[in-house]
């Protein structure tokens, strides 16, 4: 199971930190990757981190911007969100892949939390 928490209502130039709690495996043996769904637009994936934290990826629209971890000892994810946009608004989700390489395919995790809501507006 994996629970998001960390989301809500935010002003442009805010910061959130989502956190993702994961029970019932060990994330060790997973890649995460972020998820967001904007209104109006399909889910894309926006982050992902492979199972030994030395590989990861981002989005061209968050780079530099957020910062996903991992903390396998705790068994959590965790994405960094600064300088926030409007166009950052959407559903997080967080998921688990048993693949080794970090992608944005969805079709590739086997686990997903329930999404956390993010809105970016003054």
């Known amino acids: 199971q994996l629970v998001e928490s960390g989301g809500g209502l935010v002003q442009p130039g805010g910061s959130l930190r989502l956190s993702c709690a994961v029970s019932g495996f060990s994330v060790d043996y997973y890649v995460i990757g972020w998820f967001r769904q904007s209104p109006g637009k399909e889910r894309e994936g926006i982050s992902c981190i492979d199972r030994s934290g030395d590989s990861i990826k981002y989005v061209e629209s968050v780079k530099g911007r957020f910062t996903i971890s991992r903390d396998n000892a705790t068994n959590t994810l965790y994405l960094q969100m600064n300088s926030l946009k409007p166009a950052d608004t959407g559903i997080y989700y967080c998921?688990?892949?048993?693949?080794?390489?970090?992608?944005?395919?969805?079709?590739?995790?086997?686990?997903w939390g329930q999404g956390t809501q993010v809105t970016v507006s003054s």
């Open positions: 998921a688990a892949s048993p693949y080794f390489y970090c992608s944005y395919d969805f079709r590739l995790y086997r686990y």
